[in-house]
């Protein structure tokens, strides 16, 4: 665990609303499109195993509850950023399992997940050794025929986020840091509207595992 980068973010969100921040969207359109587009093979779409990863305070899991799906995670380096979600969710938040880590450190169960989504965290990781470590946990997390969904500030998007330095990504960056194990099925760009009204462009890829 990083524990400046911990602390970072325990201290976003223990001093600013979550409706305040700049990558706050009261509905994660994009996300939940791309989440409804895995053809996972599971008895049940919505029997698939999802983890959110740097899920904060996002509404991504509330909506996914709404929808029907029953075995959801979400990781985050920040556990007060989950403790507004888990707040916010009541008693549904038992449903839940909530993974306090450093995703360039975890060690992910095995082949667990059939989708594994991330908006605006990989970004942050500007050192090639994280990337690797994330890239690892990502392998090792997938099952074989699971998806990455992955949303990052594009080429033209920011060059920070929350006050840290970000790398940016287009739909074959993406591709590239995966290699060939990982299949594109969609990619898409999107206009992020923040807060304070300023706009941000976030590109957004779908892959598929297939090792
Ligand atoms: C820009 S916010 C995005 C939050 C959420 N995905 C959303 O779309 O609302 C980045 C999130 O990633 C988390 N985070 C940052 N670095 C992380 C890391 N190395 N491991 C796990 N979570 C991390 C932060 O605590 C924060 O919740």
């Keep these: 665990m990083n524990d400046r980068l911990q602390a970072h973010w325990q201290t976003v969100y223990s001093t600013k609303a979550a409706t305040s921040v700049s990558w706050y ?6 996300s939940l499109a791309l989440i409804a587009a895995c053809d996972t093979h599971r008895d049940t779409p919505r029997s698939a195993a999802i983890i959110d990863i740097g899920g904060g305070a996002s509404v991504l899991v509330d909506r996914l509850i709404d929808a029907g799906y029953r075995d959801l995670h979400v990781l985050d380096i920040a556990d007060a950023g989950l403790a507004v979600t888990r707040a916010r969710l009541g008693l ?7 993974i306090i880590a450093d995703i360039t450190t ?3 169960p095995a082949a667990r997940f059939d989708i594994w989504h991330d908006r605006a965290v990989l970004h942050f990781l500007t050192i090639p050794a994280q990337r690797a470590a994330y890239f690892g946990a990502l392998r090792s997390a997938l099952r074989p025929g699971g998806f990455a969904i992955l949303g990052a500030f594009a080429s033209d998007g920011p060059q920070n986020c929350s006050g840290l330095p970000v790398q ?3 739909a074959p960056d993406f591709a590239e840091a995966l290699g060939p194990d ?3 099925s969609e990619e898409r ?3 992020h509207h923040t807060p304070g009204s300023a706009v941000q462009q976030f590109q957004w890829v779908r892959l598929q595992y297939q090792p």
């Design 182 to 184: 990982f299949t594109l």
């Design 92 to 98: 549904q938040a038992d449903a839940v399992e909530w």
């Design 168 to 170: 940016r990504y287009d």
């Design 106 to 108: 975890w060690q992910p």
């Design 189 to 191: 760009r999107d206009t």
């Design 25 to 30: 969207q009261p509905e994660p359109t994009v």
